[in-house]
């Protein structure tokens, strides 16, 4: 929570404007574990909200072999994730969007992977509920969706940086959640 807060004091991204995170990059390791609890396979997409330097649709890429979508309301984080993705020869399998998470077309993901907090997960609920095809995954750093949606799996471990981390796992089943 500290890194959070020192984020937040030392600059953020345009997602703060909106409410619904600062840009605190998802560590590389967490990373892995996020894509392992989604169950990342070839055939998925993996959509990243609030994408940031673009390293979770560039390691579902790279490790699954799955094509990925990241999405920022922030160009400059977008040029980098692009300049990331070629870096490690996976542009052809993914892209990266400037683009207003909560105005972003979700329906074509099997992965989602959220970084927010939890005010912005809960202001993306409905988006994803109302998007999603039944048996698409989401998997959220750090918040949950809030009561309303309980997670079908929560993982709680210690990251390599010695922090403790928690990921919640959602199934979509077509039920819509305001």
């Not at 994803?128 to 309980?150: C, D, E, N, Y």
């Given at each position: 929570?500290?890194?959070?807060?020192?984020?937040?004091?030392?600059?953020?991204?345009?997602?703060?404007?909106?409410?619904?995170?600062?840009?605190?990059?998802?560590?590389?390791?967490?990373?892995?574990?996020?894509?392992?609890?989604?169950?990342?396979?070839?055939?998925?997409?993996?959509?990243?909200?609030?994408?940031?330097?673009?390293?979770?649709?560039?390691?579902?890429?790279?490790?699954?072999?799955?094509?990925?979508?990241?999405?920022?309301?922030?160009?400059?984080?977008?040029?980098?994730?692009?300049?990331?993705?070629?870096?490690?020869?996976?542009?052809?399998?993914?892209?990266?969007?400037?683009?207003?998470?909560?105005?972003?077309?979700?329906?074509?993901?099997?992965?989602?992977?959220?970084?927010?907090?939890?005010?912005?997960?809960?202001?993306?609920?409905?988006?994803?509920?109302?998007?999603?095809?039944?048996?698409?995954?989401?998997?959220?750093?750090?918040?949950?969706?809030?009561?309303?949606?309980?997670?079908d799996k929560i993982d709680q471990f210690i990251s390599a940086r010695g922090d403790e981390v928690t990921l919640y796992l959602w199934k979509a089943d077509g039920t819509f959640r305001p």
């Amino acid at each position: 929570m500290i890194r959070v807060l020192a984020a937040v004091t030392l600059g953020v991204s345009a997602l703060v404007a909106q409410n619904l995170a600062p840009y605190v990059p998802t560590p590389e390791d967490v990373v892995d574990r996020m894509l392992e609890l989604a169950r990342t396979t070839p055939r998925d997409v993996v959509y990243d909200l609030g994408c940031g330097d673009g390293r979770i649709p560039i390691a579902a890429a790279k490790q699954y072999g799955a094509r990925g979508v990241g999405i920022d309301i922030d160009p400059k984080r977008i040029e980098e994730s692009r300049a990331n993705a070629k870096a490690a020869g996976v542009e052809h399998l993914v892209e990266f969007r400037v683009q207003d998470a909560l105005e972003a077309d979700v329906s074509g993901a099997t992965v989602v992977t959220l970084f927010m907090l939890a005010s912005g997960n809960a202001k993306l609920r409905p988006v994803l509920t109302r998007q999603l095809k039944p048996g698409a995954r989401i998997v959220s750093h750090a918040f949950s969706m809030g009561t309303s949606w309980p997670p079908d799996k929560i993982d709680q471990f210690i990251s390599a940086r010695g922090d403790e981390v928690t990921l919640y796992l959602w199934k979509a089943d077509g039920t819509f959640r305001p």
